[in-house]
């Protein structure tokens, strides 16, 4: 298949520097002839298959309730799967046939522990699953399958892209866990007491965020992308959607520096 594959990559409101990205291309008129994506990756790839533009998907960003759709925070409760889905149904189609562009995203069999492809048949239920994040949203089942987010094997599935077709790939990673930052006030008190307290909930997502950072460099090196992008989203937490303006300005200063491979790669 000629053209490029664009891969969006799972990372929470980090993923929404996916927007950014996206008008870059956008304005440069580089439209991907597939796309594929994990999570919040997959749902925006999705958007992006339907039609959407950059600004289309701002407003949502700008619009939607994230918390109240997707929470993932740990513990901090389940997806409310009728809003969800009303809302994907309200700016979506039901299936993967009738997006503009062909689709795949990833999830992961928690019965099996194997990552699964969804390209095709009903579409809102691979939305739910590949932003099932464990600990806060609820597997899903499917078929025989119970499937939850597809970062937990694969946050930038490239192969993805290639299983589709295309032999070019641009892909977007936000996993990458950069630096905690700590107040100066809890720092004093570590070094008072010569004890670290990071808490259960945050000690748990950056270990996950290090892991998950670790596996998909592993992952790359399998399946190279043409041009991989990785927006500076420093200080954007999993659950930190009100900072989306700061993650949609990363993933456009992101695509501008590599503006000139890009349209060399398309």
Known sequence: MAGFGLVLGGGGARGLAHIGVWRVLEEAELRPSVLAGTSIGGLVAAFIAA?????????VAEAVSWRRLLDWRLGGGLLRTSAFEAWLAANLPPTFEELAIPLAVTATDVLT???????????FPALRATTAYPGAIDPVPFGDML???????????????LFLGVH??????????????LPERRRRLWRREREAH????QALRRAADIMQAQLTDA???LYRPDVLLRPAVEGVDLPSFHRGAQAIQAGEEAARAELERLRALA
Do not use: F, H, I
């Open 113 to 123: 522990g194997r990552q699964v492809y969804l390209s095709s048949g009903d579409l």
């Open 147 to 161: 499937l939850a987010d597809g970062g937990v094997l694969n946050q930038v599935p490239v192969d993805a892209a």
């Open 219 to 221: 992952r790359l090196s």
């Open 51 to 59: 039609g959407a533009s950059a600004d289309d998907l701002t407003r």
């Open 198 to 201: 990071l808490g259960p909930v």
């Open 168 to 181: 070019r790939v641009v892909a977007v990673d936000v996993t990458s866990p950069g630096l905690l930052e």
